[in-house]
């Protein structure tokens, strides 16, 4: 099996693997239509030109996933409500669209910005 990719399922015809690029995928499009979030960081056009972090790291570790999330908030709202509305949002679609385990998913507040 190709590094970064995971096992889903394994039947008589062959395993069913996902990618840590489809995972990161997952956590974006999640994070992206959770309360609060404006954006995430690392998109658009101009984050080809910065160095830095991307938006989404995946990490396959002996007892599951780890993900670390940076996101750009809207101002004037509670940053822990908004955290915590990403990272339930976050583990629920990973857990119905994957099955896999979870060990850490932390989620950052890289700025705060008006719509």
């Given at each position: 099996m190709e590094?970064?990719?995971?096992?889903?399922a394994a039947t008589e015809f062959g395993n069913v693997s996902v990618s840590e690029a489809a995972i990161a995928q997952i956590v974006r499009h999640s994070a992206a239509e959770s309360?609060?979030?404006v954006a995430l960081?690392?998109?658009?056009?101009?984050?080809r030109f910065r160095?830095?972090?991307k938006g989404v790291e995946v990490e396959w570790r002996d007892d599951?996933?780890?993900i670390e999330l940076s996101v750009v908030v809207e101002r004037g709202l509670?940053?822990?409500?908004?955290?915590?509305?990403v990272r339930a949002r976050v583990l629920y679609?990973?857990?119905?669209?994957?099955?896999?385990p979870i060990a850490a998913l932390e989620v950052h507040i890289d700025k705060v910005r008006g719509r």
């Amino acid at each position: 099996m190709e590094r970064g990719h995971h096992v889903l399922a394994a039947t008589e015809f062959g395993n069913v693997s996902v990618s840590e690029a489809a995972i990161a995928q997952i956590v974006r499009h999640s994070a992206a239509e959770s309360y609060g979030v404006v954006a995430l960081v690392g998109q658009g056009i101009w984050s080809r030109f910065r160095s830095g972090k991307k938006g989404v790291e995946v990490e396959w570790r002996d007892d599951g996933l780890a993900i670390e999330l940076s996101v750009v908030v809207e101002r004037g709202l509670k940053l822990a409500e908004v955290a915590t509305a990403v990272r339930a949002r976050v583990l629920y679609e990973l857990e119905r669209m994957t099955g896999l385990p979870i060990a850490a998913l932390e989620v950052h507040i890289d700025k705060v910005r008006g719509r």
